[in-house]
């Protein structure tokens, strides 16, 4: 999803940073050295100063126009590395970013600007940026089939350029995004850090382009939730920048609902509307329930979930045999899986047992990221799939667009890999939860209790085995919000998987559900707090 075909003209600047500029903030590249006099004597220790200070630093600028709703809308994209400094000016990292502000408005400086990431953590924002939100996209097939490569971009007339600037950030030892020579990434990877790092750049690029008067958004996916949960607060604390909202697709803030294993009870609860929904689409339930709507059949596993199946888990073995029986059968009813595998289960599947079980006798597994597709095991055995069927069908399709697209159309050129997901931020520390769930439900409350005009949108996907939708609408309902807040939540959910955007409809209709989301939640009209 990114990018208008119309490339009328690029500029490359070189620049100088300014010493003097708060953290020096700057987009870096190929560094090139100070120039000196051969015969004047240079001070070794003011060299060095100098090179750490005003390297020259190479950003790409394109221009460009796309169509969405009949609408021409200009913008100029950005592609480039802003420097993270410390107080000493001293660089720590190089973040890449691409930035999309549209440039046919009177006054860009109040226009409502959108920081986007994903998350892993060690994702790149490829998947938000060519998926759902840039001015081009991947056009997925509906139904849920692989792509034949070589693949292509299409204009993303859905994107949402229209409403609000965009900014994809690729947190530090993703995408293009390194440490400075001789930084220990460890101070990048983990929850706090992660934050500081990613809160610093919001900070930067906002003082640097002039935009501490626009209406400002974090979107985050998937671990995006967490992060993003976690910036409305640090941004507020250290930077006291109150943001107008936050966007979360497929994400996760609380990870005791998705956390299998040990005396943890609750992802098998929050699992399995999803089991519903992905055996309802795979035509796995009984005639009953596959005469219905995908919407009635979530609505009664989560009445289900919540109550008797909730309180038969609670009990443990002291469960008496009648109610383990009737249990069983209505566990079964909704998930497509048989009276006998969930009584030998003991009433907990979890999702590598269901991704392998719902379609075992037609020799198919299910994927995880969006259990629409189906893969193929070597052999029916065993209780957990050889591979994410969704992901093998998703991840090749991004990683050679953007590569192409980068260089291509916004003529930025780099020579090493573009990370699109890797594992080099292992070990990622979660200090400040050792011995617990990571959760950062808290903070989110506490950053819209004290900004009582910050606005949420939660976006989810039916079809989601990663985070699935009834996962987060528990962590929601326990944030335990003073009731006059609650309508700052707002809940969007989609025939789609953890990438809901790649399946048609359902982009369409997250499409109008965002505008009415910024619609409001960017609006100058003051209101009465609650």
């Known amino acids: 999803m990114l990018l208008p075909r119309f490339a009328t003209f690029r500029i490359r600047f070189l620049t100088l940073n300014s010493i003097s500029f708060f953290l020096a903030l700057g987009f870096s590249s190929p560094l090139v050295g100070q120039e000196k006099s051969e015969t ?16 020259k630093e190479t950003i790409v600028i394109t221009k460009h126009s796309l169509a969405i709703n009949g609408i021409d809308v200009a913008y100029e994209a950005v ?21 999309y502000t549209r440039t046919d408005v009177a006054n860009p400086g109040t226009r409502p600007v959108t ?24 056009q997925f097939p509906d139904d849920a089939t692989p792509l034949r490569p070589p693949y292509k971009l299409t204009d993303n007339n859905m994107s949402l350029l229209d409403v609000t600037d965009l900014v994809f950030i690729d947190p530090v030892s993703t995408g293009y995004s390194r440490p400075t020579e001789g930084e220990g990434k460890e101070q990048f990877h983990g929850y706090e850090e992660d934050l500081r790092s990613v809160g610093q750049f919001i900070h930067d690029w906002t003082t640097k382009y002039q935009r501490w008067l626009s209406p400002k958004f974090v979107l985050g996916e998937s671990y995006g939730g967490v992060r ?75 009445e289900f979930a919540n109550g008797r199946y909730a309180a038969s888990l609670l009990k443990g073995t002291s469960l008496s045999p009648e109610d383990f029986s009737i249990t069983a059968d209505q566990l079964s009813r909704l998930t497509g899986l048989s009276r006998e595998f969930v009584i030998k289960a003991k009433l907990r599947v979890d999702m590598d047992r269901f991704g392998k079980e719902l379609l075992r006798s037609k020799s198919r597994t ?20 050889e591979y994410d069927a969704s992901g093998a069908a998703i991840f090749g399709p991004f990683t ?7 260089r291509r159309e916004l003529e930025y050129k780099e ?38 005009y910050l606005k949420v949108f939660l976006a989810c996907g039916y079809y989601d085995l990663a985070t699935p939708h009834f996962a987060m609408m528990n962590t929601t309902n326990h944030l335990m919000l003073e009731p006059t807040l609650k309508a700052n939540l707002q809940y969007g959910f989609y025939e789609g998987g953890h990438m809901m955007y790649i399946y048609q409809p359902a982009m369409i209709k997250l499409r109008e559900d ?17």
């Open 40 to 55: 004047t004597k240079v001070d070794t220790a003011k060299e060095e100063k100098s090179k750490t200070e005003e390297k």
């Open 79 to 99: 592609a480039g590395k802003l420097q993270l400094k410390d107080d000493a000016l001293k660089s720590k990292a190089e973040m890449f970013f691409i930035a």
């Open 115 to 138: 920081f986007c990431f994903n998350g892993g953590p060690g994702s790149s924002s490829v998947w938000l940026h060519l998926g759902m939100l840039g001015p081009k996209r991947i």
């Open 228 to 302: 993003a949960a976690g910036l409305a607060g640090y941004l507020q604390d250290r930077y006291y920048m109150e943001l107008n909202g936050a966007v979360i697709v497929s994400g996760v803030i609380n990870f005791q609902t998705l956390r299998f294993g040990g005396s943890n009870d609750l992802p098998y609860i929050t699992f399995l509307p999803t089991y519903a929904a992905t055996a309802w689409y795979h035509k796995a339930l009984s005639p009953e329930l596959q005469g219905q709507t995908v919407e009635a059949v979530v609505k009664q596993a989560e």
């Open 366 to 385: 299910i994927g995880r990221f969006d259990s629409r597709y189906v893969g193929i095991d070597r052999d029916d055995a065993g209780d957990g799939y």
């Open 400 to 406: 050679a667009t953007f590569n192409d697209y980068v």
């Open 415 to 452: 020579d090493r890999v573009y990370e699109i997901l890797t594992g080099n931020v292992q070990p990622w520390s979660y200090r400040r939860f050792e011995g617990r769930y990571v959760d950062a439900t808290d903070t989110l409350r506490k950053a819209m209790t004290a900004n009582p």
């Open 514 to 530: 965002l505008v009415k989301y910024y619609e409001t939640a960017a609006s100058a009209e003051r209101r009465a707090a609650p």
